[in-house]
């Protein structure tokens, strides 16, 4: 069983940055692809960030390229999401998301889809004032 421990959410003001941190249990961390993920109320949860088990492909929806960096650091076993210039739609609850690695899965994969991940955290709150 694989933990996902977020951190670095909080309130800001617009303009503002924030790093968000998520922390993983189990030994094959650098195996996982991960992936963060928001959910705004009354909205469905979307995918903001994803980045292969390899650590060399990342995706970012059009909407939010230039304001998001995924990266990850294997030997701390944890992955960050730096957002920039943040605005107020950007409040919502950041979850990050981890797959495990599948016999057939490349290095360069990442996953884009809820349904590709197999363990959640339990999320931290990102609150953007104007």
């Known amino acids: 069983q694989v933990q996902l421990v977020e951190s670095g959410g909080g309130l800001v003001q617009a303009g503002g940055s924030l790093r968000l941190s998520c922390a993983a249990s189990?030994?094959?961390?650098?195996?996982?692809?991960m992936g963060w993920f928001r959910q705004a109320p009354g909205k469905e949860r979307e995918v903001v960030a994803a980045?292969?088990?390899?650590?060399?492909?990342?995706y970012y929806p059009d909407s939010m390229k230039g304001r998001l960096t995924i990266s990850r650091d294997n030997a701390q076993k944890k992955v960050f999401l730096q957002v920039n210039s943040l605005k107020p739609e950007d409040t919502a609850v950041y979850y990050c998301a981890a797959r495990e690695r599948r016999a057939s899965n490349s290095a360069n994969y990442y996953y884009t889809a809820r349904s590709a991940y197999d363990y959640w955290g339990q999320g931290t709150q990102v609150t953007v004032s104007s």
């Open positions: 189990g030994r094959t961390f650098s195996t996982y692809a």
């Open positions: 980045i292969s088990w390899g650590g060399s492909t990342t």
